[in-house]
C-alpha cells in the first residue's frame, strides 16, 4: 500500500477546496513530508478550472475513493511454479521460504490452483490401505527431475502415467512372482546392481527400471532396455531415498486444489476480510480479469495492511468526504464549518475556527510559519478566499479573511477588482451545463438527527438563466431526493 498522505476537500470539490488542498499539500513538503500530496474526490467546476489555469497550476490527483482493496494489501512478488513442477520442487521451496503454499499456474500465468502442504500430505495419506503408499501418478521426466541421475533410455518421457513402484530387494523368483501381479505397463521397478532383477524387470516389459546407488548399468541391460522399450534410469541415491523421492515426483497439477476461489484485486478489502479468514490455507490467490496471477493475500497480509492516510480540508464529515474515508485514517482537518467530525484512533491536528474560507486557515500557516509564498500559491489562496466569502461580502466573512487577501496580493500583485470579476463570471454562467451538474456541481450532505438533507449552492450574477430552467432545477431536485 502507498505510504502517500492525501491532502483532500469534500465530494463536490469548490475552488476553496482545491486551492486549500493544492497549498496545505506544498508547506507540508516545504516542511519535508514529500509523500504527501493534494488530491481531489469530485469533478473540477469551471470557476475552479478558471483559477487553475490562469496561475498555471495542474489539477490535483484524482482520487474517487480511498476504499481499500485487495490489491492494495495483497503480495505482488509471489513465489509460484508451472504445473508441470514436481512436488519435491514445491516442499524444497515451502521449507526454503517458510511459506504454506504455492500458486501453480500454466504456461500464460494462468492460475489452474494451489498446493499447500495439507495437499501434499492428503495425496500421500489420504487412503491408509498400505498398498496405497505404492502407487504414484508421474512420468519419466518427472522421475528424472527428482532423482538427479542419468536418463538412459526412455521412448516416451514426458507421457505420464498412473503406476506402482516396487522395491527388487529379494530373489528372482519372489520378484518374478510380485510382477506376475502388476501390469508390467504400470510398474517402476527400484532396485540396485542385482542383474537378475533388473534383467527380469526388463523381460517383464515394466513401464521404467531406476537402477540405485549411482551404480553403472551394464550394456546388456541398456541394449535390452531398449530391445524391450523399457525406460531405464539411474538415481545416485541409495534405495530407500530413491524410493522417497520417486513419491514426489507427482506434478503438482495432480495435486493443486482450486476450492478456495481466488479474489479479483479489486475487490473491497473488508468484503474479502472473511473470506480469508475462513480458508484452509490462510490466504487466497487474486488474480486479474483473465485469471493470470496477480498476486496472493494471506492473514498475515491483512494484519500489515495500512489504511490510506488523509487530511480532510474544507470539511469534517464523512459523509461529504470520498467514499471509503470511514476505512481510511485521518492524521488532520483544516475547517471552518460546523463541527461533526469522524472518530479517530489517535490523537490528530484538528484546527476549525469561524472564517470565511479555509484558504484563510492555510495563508496563516505560510505567514506564521514564515514559509515563503510565490505568485502561483499566493494566486491560488486569495483565489479561494474571494470565492468562499463572495469577495469579503458572504456574512461568513472575517477580518481575518480581508488581511489575508491583502497580505497574498502583495505577493501575487494582481488587478484585484478585474480579476474578481473575471473569477465570478468563471462560474456564474448556466448555460452549456446541465441541471443535474448545477444541482450537484457544490452539493453538500449534512445529517441533523435522523434526518439526512443536501444543500448545492450555484452563484450568479442575474436570475434570467435561472428563471429560464427553474422548472428544470425543480424537477431534477426531486429526482435527487
Not at 529379494?170 to 542385482?194: A, H, W, Y
Not at 546407488?213 to 538415481?235: D, F, H, N, Q
Not at 494566486?379 to 478566499?385: A, K, P
Amino acid at each position: 500500500m502507498s505510504k502517500n498522505i492525501f491532502v483532500i476537500g469534500h465530494k463536490n470539490p469548490d475552488t476553496d477546496s482545491i486551492c486549500a488542498s493544492l497549498a496545505y499539500a506544498w508547506l507540508k513538503q516545504r516542511q519535508g513530508e514529500v509523500q504527501v500530496i493534494a488530491a481531489r474526490a469530485g469533478n473540477i467546476n469551471p470557476q475552479t478550472e478558471f483559477v487553475l489555469n490562469f496561475f498555471n497550476v495542474p489539477s490535483p490527483t484524482f482520487l474517487p475513493n480511498v476504499v481499500p482493496k485487495v490489491g492494495q494489501a495483497m503480495t505482488k512478488e509471489v513465489l509460484f511454479r508451472h504445473k508441470e513442477t514436481v512436488l519435491n520442487e514445491l516442499l524444497q521451496l515451502m521449507e526454503e521460504n517458510n511459506i504454506r503454499l504455492i500458486p501453480i499456474v500454466d504456461e500464460q500465468r494462468r492460475y489452474y490452483g494451489t498446493v499447500s502442504l495439507f495437499d501434499i500430505a492428503h495425496e500421500f495419506y489420504g487412503e491408509v490401505a498400505p498398498q496405497s503408499f505404492r502407487k504414484i501418478f508421474t512420468s519419466v521426466k518427472h522421475l528424472y527431475q527428482v532423482l538427479g541421475g542419468e536418463l538412459l533410455y526412455s521412448r516416451r518421457p514426458r507421457e505420464t502415467f498412473e503406476g506402482i513402484f516396487i522395491v527388487g530387494a529379494m530373489r528372482e523368483n519372489s520378484f518374478g512372482n510380485v510382477l506376475s501381479t502388476i501390469d508390467p505397463q504400470k510398474c517402476i521397478v527400484i532396485t540396485g546392481d542385482r542383474t537378475e532383477i533388473q534383467q527380469a524387470a526388463i523381460q517383464s516389459g515394466v513401464r521404467a527400471l531406476i537402477v540405485t546407488g549411482g551404480l553403472p548399468v551394464g550394456p546388456g541391460i541398456y541394449r535390452k532396455a531398449e530391445e524391450r522399450e523399457v525406460s531405464l534410469l539411474t538415481s545416485p541415491y541409495d534405495t530407500a531415498t530413491t524410493v522417497g523421492l520417486v513419491r514426489l515426483s507427482i506434478p503438482a497439477y495432480r495435486v493443486a486444489q482450486k476450492e478456495d476461489g481466488y479474489l479479483p484485486a479489486d475487490e473491497p478489502l473488508e468484503r474479502a476480510q472473511q473470506k480469508i479468514l475462513n480458508t484452509r490455507n490462510r490466504g487466497m490467490i487474486v488474480l486479474d480479469e483473465q485469471e493470470r496471477l496477480m498476486g496472493i493475500i494471506t492473514r498475515a497480509d491483512l494484519l500489515r495492511f495500512s489504511k490510506t492516510k488523509l487530511i480532510l480540508v474544507d470539511h469534517n464529515e464523512i459523509s461529504q468526504a470520498v467514499d471509503g474515508a470511514d476505512q481510511a485514517e485521518i492524521v488532520e482537518i483544516i475547517d471552518h464549518h460546523r463541527l461533526a467530525n469522524p472518530q479517530t484512533l489517535q490523537p490528530i491536528l484538528f484546527i476549525n475556527q469561524p472564517v470565511g474560507s479555509t484558504c484563510t486557515l492555510i495563508a496563516k500557516f505560510y505567514f506564521d510559519q514564515q514559509v515563503k509564498l510565490d505568485y502561483q500559491k499566493a494566486g491560488l489562496l486569495l483565489s479561494g478566499i474571494i470565492s468562499d466569502t463572495l469577495n469579503l461580502k458572504s456574512p461568513t466573512a472575517t477580518l481575518l479573511d480581508k488581511q489575508m487577501l491583502e497580505r497574498l496580493n502583495q505577493i501575487a500583485k494582481l488587478d484585484l477588482a478585474a480579476y474578481v470579476n473575471r473569477l465570478f463570471q468563471a462560474g456564474t454562467s448556466l448555460s452549456g451545463r446541465s441541471p443535474e451538474e448545477l444541482i450537484l456541481g457544490d452539493f453538500k450532505e449534512y445529517k441533523v438527527g435522523k434526518v439526512t438533507f443536501g444543500v448545492g449552492q450555484v452563484e450568479v450574477i442575474g436570475f434570467t438563466e435561472f428563471y429560464r430552467m427553474k422548472s428544470e432545477l425543480i424537477e431534477q431536485i426531486v429526482k435527487i431526493r
